[in-house]
């Protein structure tokens, strides 16, 4: 069984630090590409990064580039999500997903497994 569990989100003020991590089970971690995503209510989930380890690939949104930072320790079967110089505008709940890399290549959106995410609030 597929199982993404998140952790680290929080309360932070504007310019703050948070990192989020995304432990990852039953499945076999190099094949599945990873990804964050984030909802904020009455809008569009966003795809804020992915990452396909094995192949080196990663994809950041532009809202976000320069400031989040994706990474994954594959020997732990996790990834996370530093998150610097945080704003107000990022506060959402945050989702980790996960997909075959051979289903989404290198696509940061509709990923088919998805944990049950982690709010952050960012104060202004």
């Known amino acids: 069984e597929v199982q993404l569990v998140e952790s680290g989100g929080g309360l932070v003020q504007a310019g703050g630090s948070l990192r989020l991590s995304c432990a990852a089970s039953?499945?076999?971690?190099?094949?599945?590409?990873i990804g964050w995503f984030r909802q904020v209510p009455g809008k569009e989930r966003e795809g804020v990064s992915c990452?396909?380890?094995?192949?080196?690939?990663?994809y950041y949104a532009d809202s976000v580039r320069g400031r989040f930072t994706i990474s994954s320790d594959n020997a732990k079967n996790t990834v996370y999500l530093q998150m610097n110089s945080l704003k107000p505008e990022d506060t959402a709940v945050y989702y980790c997903?996960?997909?075959?890399?051979?289903?989404?290549?290198?696509?940061?959106?509709?990923?088919?497994?998805w944990g049950q995410g982690t709010q952050v609030t960012v104060s202004s």
């Open positions: 997903a996960a997909d075959l890399i051979s289903r989404v290549g290198s696509y940061c959106l509709d990923y088919a497994y």
């Open positions: 990452i396909s380890s094995s192949y080196g690939v990663t």
């Open positions: 039953g499945f076999t971690f190099d094949d599945y590409a």
